[in-house]
């Protein structure tokens, strides 16, 4: 059965599409299916081609990319589609919305290719692509916008538990968490995943979303 990860480049600038493409097909792992320059052709085509992974890019034409992103991979959707979102050189303002909308992730435009290939491997093998220090950044910056959720789910979460996601919103990384709690990694994985099971979360990407909802990291 072949392991090729199906990508969808999705952006309204054709060099970049092409660039994108060119580096992608180069991968022994990775194809590139096929492109789309506004954010509804993004989701059809992303059904049609049956990607694996959208690379997305935030502001296109007819239906922009957090709009593309939700019918993708939103709440509800049926068979969510993994989306990686690309955005310029500082963090956009939309990327947040994105996030919350289902992206498993977000690279900047300038990222070397090496990042681009990683970001596409890493999103694709269901992991969510949040750099720390950009995790703090970006949710830090818009957390004060955020409306806090209703009731208090997290209840359900044992103290420990809750100490992890505490420290998945800080941007921190398995090992990273594995050296602070002084545990193994695994254990973490084991954490990680209880977490997400009992919050009803798709990937730490969410977690981090949820922790600043909550209220739980400010």
């Given at each position: 059965?072949?392991?090729?990860?199906?990508?969808?480049?999705?952006?309204?600038?054709?060099?970049?599409?092409?660039?994108?493409?060119?580096?992608?097909?180069?991968q022994?792992?990775l194809?590139a299916?096929g492109?789309?320059?506004?954010?509804?052709?993004?989701?059809?085509?992303?059904?049609?081609?049956?990607?694996?992974?959208?690379?997305?890019?935030v502001?296109?034409?007819?239906?922009?990319?957090?709009?593309?992103?939700?019918?993708?991979?939103?709440?509800?959707?049926?068979?969510?589609?993994?989306?990686?979102?690309?955005?310029?050189?500082?963090?956009?303002?939309?990327v947040?919305?994105?996030?919350?909308?289902?992206a498993?992730?977000?690279?900047?435009?300038?990222?070397?290719?090496?990042?681009?290939?990683h970001?596409?491997?890493?999103?694709?093998?269901g992991a969510?692509?949040?750099?720390?220090?950009?995790?703090?950044?970006?949710?830090?910056r818009?957390?004060?916008?955020?409306?806090?959720?209703?009731?208090?789910?997290?209840d359900?979460?044992?103290?420990?538990e809750?100490?992890?996601?505490?420290l998945?919103?800080d941007?921190?990384?398995?090992s990273?968490?594995?050296a602070?709690?002084?545990?193994?990694?695994?254990?973490?994985?084991?954490?990680?995943?209880?977490?997400?099971?009992?919050?009803?979360?798709?990937d730490?990407?969410?977690?981090?979303?949820?922790?600043?909802?909550?209220?739980l990291v400010?």
């Amino acid at each position: 059965m072949s392991t090729t990860v199906r990508v969808l480049v999705c952006d309204d600038q054709a060099l970049i599409r092409t660039g994108f493409t060119t580096i992608i097909d180069a991968q022994p792992d990775l194809e590139a299916v096929g492109e789309a320059g506004d954010g509804r052709t993004a989701v059809d085509l992303a059904r049609e081609l049956r990607a694996d992974v959208v690379v997305m890019d935030v502001r296109m034409p007819v239906l922009d990319g957090i709009e593309a992103t939700r019918l993708l991979a939103g709440a509800g959707v049926a068979d969510p589609v993994k989306v990686l979102v690309v955005t310029t050189f500082n963090l956009d303002e939309y990327v947040y919305e994105a996030l919350r909308s289902g992206a498993s992730g977000f690279l900047l435009k300038d990222a070397p290719p090496a990042q681009l290939l990683h970001g596409i491997r890493t999103v694709a093998s269901g992991a969510a692509l949040l750099a720390p220090e950009v995790t703090r950044q970006l949710v830090g910056r818009y957390a004060a916008r955020i409306r806090p959720a209703e009731g208090a789910p997290e209840d359900a979460l044992t103290p420990r538990e809750l100490e992890v996601l505490r420290l998945i919103a800080d941007g921190r990384s398995n090992s990273e968490i594995a050296a602070t709690l002084v545990i193994s990694q695994e254990t973490v994985k084991t954490y990680v995943l209880r977490i997400l099971t009992k919050l009803d979360l798709r990937d730490r990407v969410q977690a981090v979303v949820y922790a600043y909802r909550r209220g739980l990291v400010v």
